[in-house]
């Protein structure tokens, strides 16, 4: 069994096929299939049913997938580790961001990075705050930016607050409400709502700050993608309520300060172990001290 193997029962699990595998790792299809037949003979099982149609993971290729790709991981980590030894930064950084991040100007920041650091691969993953810790936790990201309501804190990472707000309504363009120089809850539960979805982070910023103040209101559509959110509004199909702090970047929306507004906590997280060169190097840019960096 040897890495080259790992890696390719790894893509034709995430390509679903042999020919798209083999495009992928630059190789025949017939040497890939050779070695991954190789690989079955000595595992003593099969790691893929194959049809005409489709290509699926066995209950054996489904055990074998995981281990696989954290000893590829491990391989990986090892060279970077030589490699900032000998004084560069290589490998990979996998970074989740949440929609509405605005504590950090993320692209100046890469761009910053990749001039300093031109051999590392950066990745970049979007998703709920949830979704995203979770990840880092489990070692799928390096690092995580996320938005929690303010009595909420990161769980199983390490954790640095990075800024805190409070959020404000955003209505369309003509709405009764715009102009005014504030709103208040109370008001704005009287509007139909576009939010993010229940059980979310996003979500729940506005819906303790409602439940707070003994206020019902109603969210008709509930929705992942803050452009998108920023459409529906614009149509009029709704108000909904966004980090002050990242308003600016939505162009085209009328913005209330709310009275008694919703609070916002944004974090920077990432492992309680150990960061990778690259990893470590990211957060060094970002200001995090050696001391919080160390596992």
Do not use: N
Not at 50 to 73: C, K, W, Y
Not at 112 to 126: E, G, I, K, M, Y
Not at 160 to 173: F, N, Q, S, W, Y
Not at 179 to 197: I, N, S, Y
């Amino acid at each position: 069994m040897d890495l080259q193997q790992m890696r390719y029962v790894v893509a034709v699990a995430e390509t679903g096929g042999f020919t798209r595998a083999a495009e992928r790792c630059l190789v025949v299809q017939s040497a890939l299939s050779h070695q991954i037949a190789r690989l079955e003979r000595e595992l003593g099982a099969r790691l893929f049913d194959r049809t005409s149609r489709r290509v699926s993971l066995t209950p054996a290729g489904e055990a074998f997938l995981p281990a696989a790709r954290q000893a590829l991981d491990a391989a990986e980590r090892a060279r970077a580790e030589v490699a900032a030894a000998a004084g560069e930064i290589r490998g990979r950084l996998a970074i989740g961001i949440i929609p509405t991040v605005a504590a950090v100007d993320l692209p100046r920041e890469l761009k910053d990075f990749h001039a300093r650091h031109p051999r590392v691969r950066v990745t970049l993953r979007t998703g709920t705050s949830e979704e995203l810790a979770e990840r880092v936790r489990e070692g799928g990201l390096d690092v995580a930016f996320l938005g929690l309501p303010p009595a909420a804190r990161p769980k199983g990472v390490r954790a640095r607050e990075l800024a805190r707000g409070e959020l404000v309504a955003v209505v369309a363009p003509g709405h009764p409400l715009t102009g005014q120089d504030g709103v208040d809850l109370r008001r704005l539960a009287e509007e139909t709502f576009v939010d993010f979805p229940a059980g979310t982070a996003g979500r729940a910023q506005s819906d303790e700050a409602f439940e707070a103040a003994g206020i019902q209101r109603e969210v008709a559509f509930e929705v992942t993608a803050v452009d998108f959110m920023a459409r529906l509004v614009r149509e009029g199909l709704g108000v909904a309520m966004m980090p002050a702090a990242f308003v600016p970047q939505l162009p085209g929306l009328a913005v209330l300060p709310v009275r008694d507004a919703p609070g916002r906590v944004e974090y920077l997280v990432w492992s309680r172990f150990r960061p990778a060169p690259a990893a470590a190097a990211f957060l060094a840019g970002l200001g995090v001290p050696v001391e919080d960096r160390d596992g």
